[in-house]
């Protein structure tokens, strides 16, 4: 069946000013990659001004902006959603579980990624929702299929909550070690070699399938790269951007803000690539990368960097403010035995995110099966 037969796109529009300010908000930031609900706000507490999407906990959330980021969620309360998030309802013959497991597969994640329209923002249409096919066994058998799916989507969890613990480690590392020092501070573009923002504007038509590799601000994780959507530009364009070049052990800087400033060091593999849309802060003799890295993440720092971000259709880091932190200016032998812990930590996540990369994997495929009736 195709789901427009099944299930119902809603798109009921309300007013958030008719609405009590308490009311449940979500937007596309406050939904991970895989759909995990990460906090949430309200009417009143976002200023939300614009229409928006009313949905149920009887509705899947499907992101409809950048769908290859697999942005689907079943909330457990209701409220009101941005209007790049598309509320779907099963019909009484669909479970919403089996729904959301369907939704999430790679295979359905790319085909919702062909069909998205626009270049820099792309995007699904409801009607483009409406038109995938389905596999619609009988509804005890979906529940079947969604409980299997839902327990082992319950494991591959477990090895996430691994990384989150290895977060707040180095963030109480972090803390403790600029706690402890009293060293003058400079602002960070006396201590570093350069402060910059990388190439702004249209890329996607120099994107190829062999060439120079190409960050963007969804390649920045938490302390690394994200390789999972890089791209590749053509040489010439690379050299045209002379700005933006990047060398090993740059500290990048996501100039597109959404819940948190996130900063990421650029691995030797991927010295002499480019970027778009990231701030590029390199290293002097005088202050280490992983001593920026780890200042970047002192919740005191991000909430400097967020509470003065500019920018109206889509907020981003002001680069100026950014310039201007005032970094203690640590002895070099401090800073290397902070770089000493700061590296084992970073080892230890890139295990586990090898780790959760293989579970994702084996997720897939065990979603594959299920779809195909091998459950």
Request: hydrophobic share 40%; proline share 6%; net charge positive.
């Amino acid at each position: 069946m195709t789901l427009g037969e099944v299930a119902q796109v809603d798109r009921k529009t309300v007013d958030p000013a008719t609405l009590p300010a308490e009311t449940y908000y979500l937007g596309l930031e406050h939904i991970e990659r895989g759909g995990r609900i990460v906090g949430r706000d309200s009417v009143g507490g976002a200023e939300v001004t614009s229409s928006k999407f009313l949905f149920t906990s009887r509705h899947v959330l499907f992101g409809k902006l950048r769908p290859n980021l697999a942005k689907v969620s079943r909330p457990d309360f209701d409220g009101v959603c941005s209007t790049d998030i598309l509320p779907v309802r099963p019909g009484p013959d669909l479970d919403r579980s089996y729904l959301a497991h369907f939704l999430t597969q790679p295979t359905m994640i790319a085909l919702a990624s062909r069909r998205a329209t626009g270049a820099n923002l792309p995007r699904l249409s409801p009607s483009s929702l409406a038109e995938f096919v389905i596999p619609l066994p009988s509804i005890a058998e979906q529940r079947r299929v969604a409980a299997i799916l839902d327990h082992a989507d319950a494991l591959r969890a477990k090895r996430c909550q691994v990384l989150d613990q290895l977060d707040s480690l180095e963030e109480g590392i972090a803390q403790s070690f600029f706690a402890s020092r009293d060293d003058p501070r400079r602002e960070l573009s006396e201590l570093a070699d350069k402060v910059v923002v990388g190439h702004v504007g249209p890329t996607s038509e120099f994107f190829r399938d062999r060439g120079v590799p190409f960050l963007r601000t969804g390649n920045i994780g938490k302390g690394q790269v994200q390789r999972s959507d890089l791209a590749r530009v053509a040489p010439e364009f690379h050299e045209r951007l002379r700005k933006s070049q990047l060398r090993a052990g740059d500290v990048l800087v996501s100039r597109v803000v959404t819940d948190e400033i996130r900063a990421a060091l650029l691995p030797d593999d991927l010295d002499g690539a480019n970027c778009a849309n990231i701030i590029i802060v390199r290293p002097s003799e005088r202050v280490y990368e992983t001593t920026i890295l780890a200042f970047l993440g002192l919740p005191s720092t991000q909430r400097r960097l967020l509470g003065r971000r500019v920018g109206s259709a889509q907020s981003v880091v002001n680069t100026t403010v950014l310039k201007r932190l005032l970094i203690p200016e640590v002895p070099v032998e401090a800073q290397r035995l902070l770089a000493r812990k700061m590296n084992q930590l970073m080892v230890q996540r890139r295990q586990r995110h090898h780790q959760v990369r293989q579970s994702n994997e084996l997720f897939g495929s065990l979603q594959s099966r299920a779809f195909r009736g091998e459950l």
